[in-house]
């Protein structure tokens, strides 16, 4: 099984309702989909959403590196030669972690067609379905407390939270939601870097002292700034997740060797695919960190990669799988399925994917 070709088309995706965070605004999904294709009639599926705010990548960019750079040094080499073609895949450039992770993503699922294994077994096929939180837009605490109201009736029981931009609002937001969902929903806040150290310890004791019972808050502080989300996971009880501050494998050692946190969120388009993801698991796990696999806003060809490798991992005991259920339509045909707030891992060979309804070849130059 040789790669022949690589395309890259785009797919658009219209939204229940627009995503606000801290950082942005989107009212509709555009993700970029990667076909890797085989001599013996093979297709491989993988995607990259651009978020120049988080990774830095456009879809111009993703395609270029695709098309330009990576995707010519793995033309023509053996499926059954994947660590080479993974290594060359992280390695034949620097960054441009999204286009890393469509080119990873694509190569695992062929290798998983060509030994008719589904990728969550690939991964060690601890479970078969995965419980996944939803995440609630930033917004007024009344539009927040009713779109909670609607994620519990849908039947989820571990709400995401966006906050980060206002404080003291914040915590009004908080109180309102968790008098809404009553004490047995689990909350998770996410702050998208929006507070500073001493800003973020100040609303997260009072918090905890208005007894809102938060299961843990993520990226409190700057990106760049590990010395202060360290100062704020030592300071509060509060467990406190690093997403932005959390690329690469590199980035993760050293969250890990300073204890900058108490949970590591992974995401397949900042680590660059399964490969690296799967190494940022092994050793959180090796220092006694948890992991939450988390994603961009993306196609469900992202998610069920990522569900599959969350769903063989033991190291990752949360989910912020959410994309696919924030979407109007879904185009992709195959991968996981829902059952109410959990993915069911699909039983067939690689991602389970047949095809993308709609795909269209991109030309980007
Ligand atoms: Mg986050």
Known sequence: MKITDIRVGIVRIPLKTPFVT????VDMAEDLVVKVITDDGHTGWGNAPATVVITGDSHASVASAIKDTIGPQILGMDIDDREAILQRIQHSMVHNTSAKAALDIAVHDLFGQKYRLPLYRFFGGLRQRITSDLTISLGEPEQMVQDAQKAIQAGYTNLKLKVGVDAALDIRRVRAIRQAAGPHIAIRLDANQG?????????????????????SIEQPVAASDT?????????????IMADESAFSPGD????LAIRA???????????????PASQIASMAQASGIDCMMGCMLESKIGITAAASLSAGNPAIAINDLDAADLMADDPIIGGISYDRNELILPQAPGLGITDVAGWQEWDYR
């Open 22 to 25: 801290a950082l942005r605004r």
């Open 261 to 275: 946190c108490d949970l590591i969120n992974i995401k397949l388009m900042k680590a660059g695919g399964l490969g």
């Open 252 to 255: 993760v050692f050293h969250l």
């Open 195 to 215: 507070w500073k150290p001493k800003e973020a310890v100040r609303t997260i004791r009072r918090m905890e002292d208005a007894g809102l019972n938060i299961e």
């Open 227 to 239: 010395e202060g989300l360290k100062f704020v996971t030592d300071h509060v009880d509060t467990p």
